[in-house]
Protein backbone atom coordinates (compact mmCIF):
# COMPACT_ATOMS: atom_id res chain seq x y z
CA UNK A 1 0.00 0.00 0.00
CA UNK A 2 1.18 3.57 -0.61
CA UNK A 3 1.57 6.67 1.45
CA UNK A 4 -1.07 8.40 -0.72
CA UNK A 5 -3.48 5.30 -0.52
CA UNK A 6 -2.65 5.15 3.16
CA UNK A 7 -3.40 8.82 3.60
CA UNK A 8 -7.22 8.35 1.78
CA UNK A 9 -7.91 5.54 3.86
CA UNK A 10 -7.12 7.73 6.64
CA UNK A 11 -9.18 10.45 5.29
CA UNK A 12 -12.22 8.29 4.89
CA UNK A 13 -11.89 6.75 8.01
CA UNK A 14 -14.91 7.85 10.79
CA UNK A 15 -13.95 9.53 13.85
CA UNK A 16 -15.79 6.72 16.15
CA UNK A 17 -13.28 4.78 18.16
CA UNK A 18 -13.32 1.44 19.29
CA UNK A 19 -10.17 0.43 21.74
CA UNK A 20 -8.31 -2.96 22.37
CA UNK A 21 -7.16 -1.90 25.86
CA UNK A 22 -7.05 1.66 25.09
CA UNK A 23 -5.48 0.44 21.53
CA UNK A 24 -8.11 2.09 19.45
CA UNK A 25 -9.62 1.32 16.04
CA UNK A 26 -12.02 3.40 13.80
CA UNK A 27 -15.62 2.57 13.60
CA UNK A 28 -16.14 1.09 10.37
CA UNK A 29 -12.83 2.55 8.89
CA UNK A 30 -11.51 0.60 5.46
CA UNK A 31 -8.16 -0.47 7.02
CA UNK A 32 -5.69 0.33 9.70
CA UNK A 33 -1.99 1.49 8.72
CA UNK A 34 0.25 0.63 5.82
CA UNK A 35 2.63 -1.66 6.93
CA UNK A 36 5.19 0.98 6.02
CA UNK A 37 7.62 2.67 9.26
CA UNK A 38 6.75 5.67 7.77
CA UNK A 39 2.72 5.61 7.31
CA UNK A 40 0.88 8.42 8.69
CA UNK A 41 0.01 8.60 12.03
CA UNK A 42 -4.20 8.18 12.89
CA UNK A 43 -6.03 11.71 13.35
CA UNK A 44 -5.97 12.27 17.19
CA UNK A 45 -8.36 11.62 19.23
CA UNK A 46 -10.60 14.45 21.18
CA UNK A 47 -8.71 15.88 23.61
CA UNK A 48 -10.12 15.91 27.60
CA UNK A 49 -9.17 18.13 30.86
CA UNK A 50 -8.69 15.34 32.42
CA UNK A 51 -5.28 15.61 35.04
CA UNK A 52 -3.73 12.60 36.50
CA UNK A 53 -3.01 12.30 39.53
CA UNK A 54 -0.13 13.75 41.22
CA UNK A 55 3.13 11.57 40.69
CA UNK A 56 5.30 11.00 43.89
CA UNK A 57 8.46 13.42 43.72
CA UNK A 58 11.09 10.50 42.49
CA UNK A 59 8.54 9.62 39.73
CA UNK A 60 8.44 12.88 38.58
CA UNK A 61 12.34 14.00 39.17
CA UNK A 62 12.06 11.00 35.92
CA UNK A 63 9.46 12.65 33.92
CA UNK A 64 10.90 15.96 34.31
CA UNK A 65 14.15 14.39 32.95
CA UNK A 66 12.42 13.20 29.77
CA UNK A 67 10.20 15.99 29.23
CA UNK A 68 13.91 17.58 28.72
CA UNK A 69 14.90 15.43 26.31
CA UNK A 70 12.92 17.02 23.92
CA UNK A 71 11.40 13.69 22.78
CA UNK A 72 8.35 14.92 20.37
CA UNK A 73 4.38 13.59 21.14
CA UNK A 74 4.47 9.57 19.85
CA UNK A 75 0.99 9.76 18.77
CA UNK A 76 2.02 12.39 15.82
CA UNK A 77 5.05 10.73 14.77
CA UNK A 78 5.40 7.71 12.25
CA UNK A 79 6.84 4.47 13.35
CA UNK A 80 9.95 5.20 12.39
CA UNK A 81 10.79 8.65 14.00
CA UNK A 82 9.18 7.38 16.73
CA UNK A 83 11.32 4.61 17.32
CA UNK A 84 13.87 7.88 17.87
CA UNK A 85 12.56 9.30 20.36
CA UNK A 86 13.86 9.28 24.00
CA UNK A 87 12.17 6.95 26.26
CA UNK A 88 11.29 6.69 29.86
CA UNK A 89 14.50 4.61 30.42
CA UNK A 90 16.46 7.64 29.39
CA UNK A 91 14.78 9.82 31.85
CA UNK A 92 15.55 7.53 34.49
CA UNK A 93 19.16 7.16 33.61
CA UNK A 94 19.73 11.24 33.74
CA UNK A 95 18.45 10.68 37.23
CA UNK A 96 21.07 8.27 37.62
CA UNK A 97 23.62 10.38 36.68
CA UNK A 98 22.23 13.34 38.66
CA UNK A 99 22.60 11.57 41.44
CA UNK A 100 25.92 9.96 40.89
CA UNK A 101 24.79 6.79 40.16
CA UNK A 102 26.39 5.06 37.34
CA UNK A 103 23.84 4.43 34.55
CA UNK A 104 26.28 1.60 33.22
CA UNK A 105 24.64 -1.61 32.39
CA UNK A 106 25.65 -3.95 35.58
CA UNK A 107 28.50 -6.13 34.51
CA UNK A 108 28.00 -9.06 37.14
CA UNK A 109 25.50 -9.82 34.58
CA UNK A 110 26.02 -11.01 31.02
CA UNK A 111 24.45 -11.03 28.03
CA UNK A 112 24.76 -12.42 24.70
CA UNK A 113 21.73 -12.59 21.34
CA UNK A 114 20.92 -15.98 19.93
CA UNK A 115 18.75 -16.37 17.04
CA UNK A 116 15.23 -17.69 17.56
CA UNK A 117 14.13 -17.46 13.67
CA UNK A 118 15.06 -16.17 10.38
CA UNK A 119 14.20 -12.87 10.56
CA UNK A 120 16.34 -10.08 12.22
CA UNK A 121 14.31 -9.56 14.92
CA UNK A 122 13.98 -12.95 15.88
CA UNK A 123 16.39 -13.53 18.75
CA UNK A 124 16.90 -13.02 22.33
CA UNK A 125 19.28 -11.68 24.41
CA UNK A 126 20.13 -14.04 27.33
CA UNK A 127 21.18 -12.63 30.90
CA UNK A 128 23.21 -14.75 33.28
CA UNK A 129 25.01 -14.02 36.57
CA UNK A 130 28.91 -13.92 35.73
CA UNK A 131 29.18 -15.92 38.73
CA UNK A 132 27.16 -18.23 37.88
CA UNK A 133 28.40 -18.90 33.71
CA UNK A 134 29.43 -22.68 34.52
CA UNK A 135 26.53 -23.63 36.81
CA UNK A 136 23.84 -26.04 35.89
CA UNK A 137 19.92 -26.58 36.38
CA UNK A 138 19.15 -22.27 37.04
CA UNK A 139 15.73 -21.27 37.03
CA UNK A 140 14.62 -19.59 33.42
CA UNK A 141 12.66 -16.05 32.76
CA UNK A 142 11.22 -16.04 30.19
CA UNK A 143 10.99 -11.98 29.25
CA UNK A 144 9.13 -9.87 26.82
CA UNK A 145 9.53 -5.96 26.40
CA UNK A 146 7.27 -2.86 26.24
CA UNK A 147 7.07 -0.68 23.62
CA UNK A 148 3.06 -0.96 22.34
CA UNK A 149 4.94 -3.89 19.61
CA UNK A 150 5.98 -0.62 17.31
CA UNK A 151 8.63 0.41 19.43
CA UNK A 152 11.58 -0.10 21.75
CA UNK A 153 13.85 -3.01 21.56
CA UNK A 154 15.32 -5.30 24.38
CA UNK A 155 17.74 -2.39 24.42
CA UNK A 156 15.03 -0.08 26.02
CA UNK A 157 14.22 -2.69 28.60
CA UNK A 158 17.24 -3.80 29.81
CA UNK A 159 16.90 -2.99 33.53
CA UNK A 160 14.53 -5.51 34.60
CA UNK A 161 16.18 -8.50 33.03
CA UNK A 162 19.26 -8.12 34.03
CA UNK A 163 18.23 -7.36 37.70
CA UNK A 164 15.76 -10.32 37.81
CA UNK A 165 18.65 -12.35 35.96
CA UNK A 166 20.64 -10.89 39.50
CA UNK A 167 18.44 -11.38 42.42
CA UNK A 168 17.15 -14.60 41.06
CA UNK A 169 20.42 -16.29 40.61
CA UNK A 170 18.90 -16.93 37.26
CA UNK A 171 18.66 -17.23 32.87
CA UNK A 172 16.56 -14.34 32.00
CA UNK A 173 15.96 -14.60 28.13
CA UNK A 174 14.86 -11.40 26.98
CA UNK A 175 12.62 -11.74 23.71
CA UNK A 176 12.92 -9.11 20.47
CA UNK A 177 10.19 -9.85 18.17
CA UNK A 178 8.92 -8.51 14.96
CA UNK A 179 7.44 -5.19 14.71
CA UNK A 180 4.43 -3.62 13.62
CA UNK A 181 3.56 -2.00 11.34
CA UNK A 182 5.72 -4.31 8.99
CA UNK A 183 4.26 -7.25 11.09
CA UNK A 184 1.18 -6.79 12.25
CA UNK A 185 -1.02 -9.18 15.10
CA UNK A 186 -0.78 -11.99 15.70
CA UNK A 187 3.07 -11.72 14.68
CA UNK A 188 4.23 -11.12 17.95
CA UNK A 189 2.18 -13.45 19.65
CA UNK A 190 3.54 -16.10 16.89
CA UNK A 191 6.89 -15.10 18.05
CA UNK A 192 6.41 -15.02 21.86
CA UNK A 193 4.79 -18.28 21.70
CA UNK A 194 8.12 -19.62 19.27
CA UNK A 195 10.72 -18.01 21.60
CA UNK A 196 9.02 -19.87 24.70
CA UNK A 197 9.16 -23.18 22.81
CA UNK A 198 12.70 -22.56 21.68
CA UNK A 199 13.60 -21.86 25.54
CA UNK A 200 12.17 -24.83 26.37
CA UNK A 201 14.44 -27.09 23.83
CA UNK A 202 17.29 -25.04 24.28
CA UNK A 203 17.52 -24.05 28.12
CA UNK A 204 19.74 -27.02 29.38
CA UNK A 205 22.59 -25.88 27.23
CA UNK A 206 22.71 -22.50 28.29
CA UNK A 207 22.87 -23.83 32.52
CA UNK A 208 18.96 -23.74 32.68
CA UNK A 209 16.23 -26.30 34.02
CA UNK A 210 13.32 -25.64 31.18
CA UNK A 211 11.24 -27.26 34.29
CA UNK A 212 11.86 -24.56 36.12
CA UNK A 213 10.47 -21.46 33.90
CA UNK A 214 8.17 -18.62 34.78
CA UNK A 215 7.33 -15.33 31.90
CA UNK A 216 7.50 -12.09 32.66
CA UNK A 217 6.58 -9.00 30.59
CA UNK A 218 5.69 -5.22 30.57
CA UNK A 219 3.26 -3.52 29.08
CA UNK A 220 2.87 -5.19 25.65
CA UNK A 221 5.61 -7.54 27.16
CA UNK A 222 2.88 -8.16 30.05
CA UNK A 223 0.37 -9.36 27.68
CA UNK A 224 2.67 -11.66 26.00
CA UNK A 225 3.78 -13.28 29.20
CA UNK A 226 -0.13 -14.10 29.98
CA UNK A 227 -0.42 -15.30 26.40
CA UNK A 228 2.11 -17.26 25.85
CA UNK A 229 1.50 -19.15 29.70
CA UNK A 230 -2.12 -19.87 27.89
CA UNK A 231 -0.10 -20.97 24.77
CA UNK A 232 1.76 -23.31 26.72
CA UNK A 233 -1.23 -24.86 28.27
CA UNK A 234 -3.28 -25.23 25.10
CA UNK A 235 -0.30 -26.96 23.54
CA UNK A 236 0.90 -29.18 26.43
CA UNK A 237 4.23 -27.29 26.57
CA UNK A 238 5.94 -27.08 29.59
CA UNK A 239 3.80 -24.31 32.11
CA UNK A 240 5.55 -21.64 33.20
CA UNK A 241 5.54 -21.98 37.28
CA UNK A 242 4.24 -18.16 37.42
CA UNK A 243 3.61 -15.21 35.40
CA UNK A 244 4.79 -11.62 36.52
CA UNK A 245 2.54 -9.64 34.30
CA UNK A 246 3.42 -5.82 34.40
CA UNK A 247 0.73 -3.00 33.57
CA UNK A 248 -0.60 -5.22 30.60
CA UNK A 249 -2.63 -4.64 27.95
CA UNK A 250 -5.69 -6.44 28.55
CA UNK A 251 -8.88 -5.05 28.26
CA UNK A 252 -10.88 -3.57 24.79
CA UNK A 253 -13.48 -1.22 27.17
CA UNK A 254 -13.36 2.28 25.97
CA UNK A 255 -15.39 3.04 29.65
CA UNK A 256 -12.78 1.69 32.00
CA UNK A 257 -11.89 4.22 34.68
CA UNK A 258 -8.13 4.53 33.96
CA UNK A 259 -8.91 5.55 30.53
CA UNK A 260 -10.43 8.24 31.75
CA UNK A 261 -8.49 9.33 34.90
CA UNK A 262 -5.48 8.37 33.16
CA UNK A 263 -5.31 10.25 29.70
CA UNK A 264 -3.09 12.60 29.45
CA UNK A 265 -0.66 10.91 31.94
CA UNK A 266 2.93 10.59 31.01
CA UNK A 267 4.96 9.01 29.71
CA UNK A 268 1.89 6.89 28.34
CA UNK A 269 -1.21 8.86 27.43
CA UNK A 270 -4.64 7.83 25.83
CA UNK A 271 -3.68 9.31 22.02
CA UNK A 272 -0.67 7.02 22.24
CA UNK A 273 -3.02 3.71 23.19
CA UNK A 274 -4.98 4.79 19.78
CA UNK A 275 -1.72 5.25 17.68
CA UNK A 276 -0.13 1.82 18.87
CA UNK A 277 -3.60 -0.21 17.89
CA UNK A 278 -3.46 1.88 14.61
CA UNK A 279 -0.54 0.58 13.50
CA UNK A 280 -0.35 -2.68 14.92
CA UNK A 281 -4.12 -4.22 13.98
CA UNK A 282 -5.08 -5.47 10.59
CA UNK A 283 -8.96 -5.06 11.20
CA UNK A 284 -11.54 -4.12 13.61
CA UNK A 285 -12.08 -7.75 14.53
CA UNK A 286 -8.54 -8.02 15.73
CA UNK A 287 -9.93 -5.77 18.99
CA UNK A 288 -11.63 -8.63 20.70
CA UNK A 289 -9.22 -11.86 19.95
CA UNK A 290 -8.51 -12.97 23.12
CA UNK A 291 -4.89 -12.69 22.86
CA UNK A 292 -5.19 -8.66 22.84
CA UNK A 293 -8.35 -8.82 24.70
CA UNK A 294 -7.62 -11.27 27.81
CA UNK A 295 -10.06 -10.54 30.22
CA UNK A 296 -12.24 -12.40 27.86
CA UNK A 297 -9.52 -15.62 26.55
CA UNK A 298 -10.21 -18.87 28.66
CA UNK A 299 -8.44 -18.03 31.73
CA UNK A 300 -8.85 -21.59 33.71
CA UNK A 301 -5.63 -23.75 34.55
CA UNK A 302 -3.06 -21.10 34.50
CA UNK A 303 -0.37 -20.53 36.70
CA UNK A 304 -0.27 -18.47 39.80
CA UNK A 305 -0.22 -14.66 38.67
CA UNK A 306 1.62 -11.80 40.01
CA UNK A 307 0.19 -8.29 38.12
CA UNK A 308 1.81 -5.10 38.97
CA UNK A 309 0.30 -1.66 38.06
CA UNK A 310 0.78 2.23 38.48
CA UNK A 311 -1.68 4.65 39.56
CA UNK A 312 -0.91 7.04 36.75
CA UNK A 313 -1.39 4.85 33.85
CA UNK A 314 -3.82 4.75 31.30
CA UNK A 315 -3.72 0.74 31.45
CA UNK A 316 -4.16 0.16 35.14
CA UNK A 317 -7.83 -0.86 34.65
CA UNK A 318 -6.46 -3.55 32.43
CA UNK A 319 -4.44 -5.09 35.32
CA UNK A 320 -7.00 -5.09 37.77
CA UNK A 321 -9.97 -6.37 35.22
CA UNK A 322 -7.60 -9.17 34.00
CA UNK A 323 -6.93 -9.94 37.74
CA UNK A 324 -10.79 -10.15 38.64
CA UNK A 325 -11.08 -12.13 35.34
CA UNK A 326 -8.51 -14.69 36.34
CA UNK A 327 -9.75 -15.11 40.08
CA UNK A 328 -12.95 -15.57 38.36
CA UNK A 329 -11.44 -18.51 36.70
CA UNK A 330 -10.49 -20.21 39.55
CA UNK A 331 -6.14 -18.96 39.04
CA UNK A 332 -4.14 -17.55 42.00
CA UNK A 333 -3.48 -14.18 41.63
CA UNK A 334 -2.10 -10.78 43.68
CA UNK A 335 -2.89 -7.96 41.92
CA UNK A 336 -0.76 -4.19 43.22
CA UNK A 337 -1.50 -1.11 41.87
CA UNK A 338 1.25 1.15 43.30
CA UNK A 339 0.66 4.83 44.41
CA UNK A 340 2.82 7.83 43.11
CA UNK A 341 4.14 6.24 39.91
CA UNK A 342 3.50 5.58 35.93
CA UNK A 343 3.49 3.74 33.18
CA UNK A 344 6.89 2.32 32.46
CA UNK A 345 7.91 3.06 36.20
CA UNK A 346 9.23 -1.10 37.00
CA UNK A 347 12.42 -0.43 35.65
CA UNK A 348 13.30 2.26 37.75
CA UNK A 349 14.06 0.97 41.00
CA UNK A 350 17.57 2.78 41.61
CA UNK A 351 15.72 5.94 41.67
CA UNK A 352 11.91 5.15 41.82
CA UNK A 353 10.69 3.77 45.60
CA UNK A 354 7.85 2.51 43.93
CA UNK A 355 9.92 0.82 41.57
CA UNK A 356 12.30 -0.82 44.17
CA UNK A 357 8.84 -2.04 45.72
CA UNK A 358 7.50 -3.48 42.77
CA UNK A 359 10.77 -5.42 41.98
CA UNK A 360 11.04 -7.12 45.47
CA UNK A 361 7.08 -8.33 45.12
CA UNK A 362 8.11 -10.04 41.47
CA UNK A 363 11.54 -11.48 42.71
CA UNK A 364 9.89 -12.66 45.90
CA UNK A 365 7.03 -14.34 44.25
CA UNK A 366 9.37 -15.74 41.38
CA UNK A 367 11.73 -17.17 44.06
CA UNK A 368 8.88 -18.97 45.44
CA UNK A 369 7.67 -20.64 42.53
CA UNK A 370 11.36 -21.63 41.73
CA UNK A 371 11.76 -22.86 45.27
CA UNK A 372 9.08 -25.38 44.98
CA UNK A 373 9.70 -28.92 43.33
CA UNK A 374 10.14 -28.77 39.74
CA UNK A 375 7.50 -30.50 37.51
CA UNK A 376 8.04 -33.42 35.28
Excluded: C
Aim: charged residues 15%; glycine residues 6%.
Amino acid sequence: MTNRSSRTLMALATATLITTSGIALTSGAIAQSARSVDAPPPPPPAPTATQPAKAAPDMQAVLDQLAALGGKPIETLTPAVARMQPSAADGAKQVMIKHGLSATPDATVTTRDVPYGSDANQFARIYKPASLANAKNLPVVVYYHGGGWVIATVDTYDAAPRLLAKQLGAIVVSVEYRHAPEFKFPAQHDDAAAAYRWTLQNAASWGGDPRKIAVAGESAGGNLAVATAIYARDNRLTTPLHIVSVYPIANSSMTLPSRMDSANAKPLNGAMLKWFGYYYQTNPADAQDPRLNLVKANLRGLPPTTIINAQIDPLRSDGETLAAAMRAAGDKVEQRTFPGVTHEFFGMGMVVRGAQDANTLAIARLKAAFAAKPKH
